[in-house]
């Protein structure tokens, strides 16, 4: 029998992994299906696909995109969401900050003009960086050791799916100088699905 889910997604972390991560925690029957970076196999695949980009969600026959979409729809199937609506509120802003700040880090990793890029370090080293994760510190600590509605949500799992990749655009740990997201990110890989999952993952170069 076929599982019941399929993630197609490129056979790096990035994007993918908070998916991966949501998927596995709740024990979901899925198909990883990693397609390949030296873009051989993704140039027949992307032409199918909505919006020309992955990932992608099959399931019952339909299929999703947009990761973050993707994400809180798992969420919602493994019961990782908010207790009411002001909470799911709460767990959305802060998905939405941790987007804020990837796209912040990607418009620096991923300037190909060296002038421009150079430009952009000092502001995003000195400036941006310390003022999000200032915030977000003092976040995890207002609401019990997690991001949001002071209980393990998806917006976790979906933060530390992303560390990976942000230490790959960034050349160094983001949340090594921050207590209370590094206590974070450690009681996030120690959940023993993620565990299991980070154990089995291929290995990639992020």
């Keep these: 029998m076929a599982p019941k889910y399929k993630l197609i997604y490129f056979d790096v972390t990035a994007l993918g992994e908070p998916i991966r991560f949501l998927l596995n925690y709740g024990q979901l029957d899925f198909e990883d299906k990693r397609v390949g970076v030296d873009g051989v196999e993704w140039s027949p695949i992307k032409p199918t696909t909505p919006f020309g980009q992955l990932p992608l969600l099959e399931h019952d026959g339909k299929v999703a995109h947009q990761s973050t979409a993707i994400s809180r729809y798992i969420a919602k199937q493994i019961k990782l969401v908010g207790s009411n609506d002001w909470e799911d509120l709460e767990i959305d802003a802060a998905v939405d900050t941790i987007n804020d700040l990837r796209a912040k880090i990607a418009a620096y990793h991923y300037e190909n003009d060296p002038a421009v890029k150079e430009t952009r370090k000092q502001p995003l080293f000195k400036e941006i960086l310390p003022f999000y994760l200032e915030k977000l510190e003092a976040q995890v600590e ?65």
């Design 142 to 206: 207002k609401n019990n050791g997690y991001l949001a509605a002071g209980k393990l949500t998806w917006a976790d799992l979906f933060f530390v799916g992303l560390l990976q990749y942000f230490q790959f655009m960034l050349g160094k740990d983001l949340v090594e100088n921050s207590p209370n997201l590094q206590k974070l990110k450690e009681k996030v890989l120690a959940l023993p699905n993620i565990k299991a999952c980070i154990d089995k993952r291929p290995k990639t170069n992020f």
